[in-house]
């Protein structure tokens, strides 16, 4: 119906940057329209957690632990989301997965999940 391809990930320096991309593909024909798109990571040994997410209008809503140095956005044209990740700490490295919530005819904030993409932040 819905897939989630991740891309960006990477090993970085902290202090540095880096953009993870994902990418949205629909084959149902009961697709209707995308809802929230969004990131979530998972540490090592922890619970997944908020990095963001935005609504289909461009409303964001960014977690504490990230607020002033990730930024996300997204191309409704693409239907791809996009998190910029700047002055990073080791504390952020994990798994990133993407997630969105979508419509069907039939269905309403259907939620699909990427396979995560892994970023590490060196010290």
């Known amino acids: 119906q819905v897939e989630l391809v991740e891309s960006g990930g990477g090993l970085v320096q902290a202090g540095g940057s880096l953009r993870v991309s994902c990418a949205a593909s629909?084959?149902?024909?009961?697709?209707?329209?995308?809802?929230?798109m969004g990131w979530y990571r998972q540490s090592p040994g922890q619970e997944r957690e908020l990095v963001a997410t935005?609504?289909?209008?461009?409303?964001?809503n960014i977690g504490d632990s990230v607020k002033g140095r990730f930024t996300i956005s997204r191309d409704n044209a693409k239907d791809t989301v996009y998190l910029q990740m700047n002055s990073l700490k080791p504390e952020d490295t994990g798994v990133y997965y993407c997630?969105?919530?979508?419509?069907?005819?039939?269905?309403?904030?259907?939620?699909?999940w990427g396979k995560g993409t892994l970023v590490t932040v060196s010290s």
């Open positions: 997630n969105a919530l979508f419509d069907m005819t039939d269905r309403y904030d259907v939620s699909v």
């Open positions: 629909r084959t149902s024909a009961r697709f209707v329209s995308f809802n929230d």
């Open positions: 935005i609504t289909y209008s461009g409303r964001t």
